[in-house]
């Protein structure tokens, strides 16, 4: 009866009749309250209509319950292997949502349940595992933990040589690591070293400024040449509005 449930959720789930499909899963979690797929899709549904009707109480509500299948992940109906795609995608969700709002304690929980499934193909979750930083930390203990985070993190993927991620917007963005109690220009060349393996086209040197021959004698006489002549470098950033704070 309950598998029937499910299914008749599911298919008025895929017709977009979103009402009668909550109101057979709820049915379902009246019966077994642990239910892993009604869990799932009732979570699941909340968050991503509660986000598109702007409905923060429902978005919540959706958030809550996926982060409830994690804690009891073992003692679901079936319980939910925490290497599979389905805890995966929860536990990055969940970490999404938290440290968009400064959630930072709950995000940064999830995110660890994420990268501890090990189900990421590739090293892009890392990636915007170890640079993500929470604007405003709640509490000087949580300010050492994540700059502590930061670094050890960023190090580790320095070292590795095989790292690959196609995403190049998967490194977050550091900015709030100016509001920590740290070198953040230490910090920020970490993250700049990173940014480079990540992408490393980024290295680019324009030609009229190489010496035609590489070898030392060249590159003297090249040198003397530059330091005569003056470069002009711009910068435009989408970021500057009426409304920055730099």
């Not at 003297?220 to 002549?229: I, M």
Request: hydrophobic fraction near 35%.
């Amino acid at each position: 009866y309950i598998d029937a449930l499910n299914v008749a959720g599911r298919i008025m789930e895929v017709k977009q009749d979103i009402t009668s499909a909550m109101k057979l899963y709820e049915k379902v979690l009246e019966i077994d309250p642990m239910n892993q797929f009604a869990l799932l899709a009732t979570g699941n549904s909340k968050m991503m209509n509660g986000d598109a009707l702007k409905d923060t109480s429902m978005m919540l509500d959706g958030v809550e319950r996926l982060e409830y299948v994690l804690e009891h992940a073992d003692e679901l109906n079936p319980p939910l292997p925490r290497n599979s795609n389905a805890y995966y995608g929860v536990a990055v969700r969940s970490g999404f949502y938290r440290i968009e709002r400064q959630q930072g304690e709950i995000g940064y929980a999830s995110f660890d349940r994420a990268e501890q499934s090990g189900f990421s193909t590739d090293d892009c979750w890392l990636i915007y595992r170890a640079t993500s930083v929470v604007h405003v930390p709640s509490s000087e203990a949580v300010e050492r933990e994540v700059v502590n985070r930061f670094s050890t993190k960023i190090d580790s993927l320095l070292q590795k040589n095989d790292m690959y991620c196609a995403n190049g917007g998967a490194i977050a963005n550091a900015f709030g690591m100016a509001y920590y109690d740290a070198d953040y220009k230490e910090q920020y060349e970490r993250w700049v070293n990173l940014r480079l393996k990540v992408t490393p086209t980024l290295k680019y040197q324009a030609k009229q400024l190489m010496p035609v021959e590489d070898n030392a004698q060249s590159r003297k006489k090249y040198s003397k040449q530059l330091k005569s002549r003056k470069i002009r470098v711009g910068f435009v950033s989408s970021f500057f509005s009426t409304q920055s704070s730099i």
